[in-house]
């Protein structure tokens, strides 16, 4: 059975920091490219950022130079840090995975709030 368990989303404040954790399991998980996305209310959801099964990554432009993603995969982890939070980064957070031949699978997500 599938599995991917999101955690570490919460309230916080402008400018601070968060660590969402994604654990995965029932899949072969260091050949997939795993990722983060978003869904704001109101908004599409969106690639927030990405990591190849070698540790190639890429990042939505909104988030460069302040969110990092990084996976482990003895441990079939994948984190995202964020740090400088804006208020815009509201919203819910869900830990993605694309495997080859074309399987995809979704978390069940984290709310993120960034308010004072």
């Known amino acids: 059975q599938v599995q991917l368990v999101e955690s570490g989303g919460g309230l916080v404040q402008p400018g601070g920091s968060l660590r969402l954790s994604c654990a995965a399991s029932?899949?072969?998980?260091?050949?997939?490219?795993m990722g983060w996305y978003r869904q704001a209310p109101g908004k599409q959801r969106e690639l927030v950022a990405r990591?190849?099964?070698?540790?190639?990554?890429n990042y939505a432009d909104s988030v460069k130079g302040r969110f990092t993603i990084s996976r482990d995969n003895a441990q079939k982890m994948v984190y995202l840090q964020m740090n400088s939070l804006k208020p815009e980064d509201t919203a819910v957070y869900y830990c993605?995975?694309?495997?080859?031949?074309?399987?995809?699978?979704w978390g069940q997500g984290t709310q993120v709030t960034v308010s004072s």
């Open positions: 990591i190849t099964s070698g540790g190639n990554t």
């Open positions: 993605h995975a694309a495997g080859l031949r074309g399987s995809v699978y």
């Open positions: 029932g899949f072969i998980f260091s050949i997939y490219v």
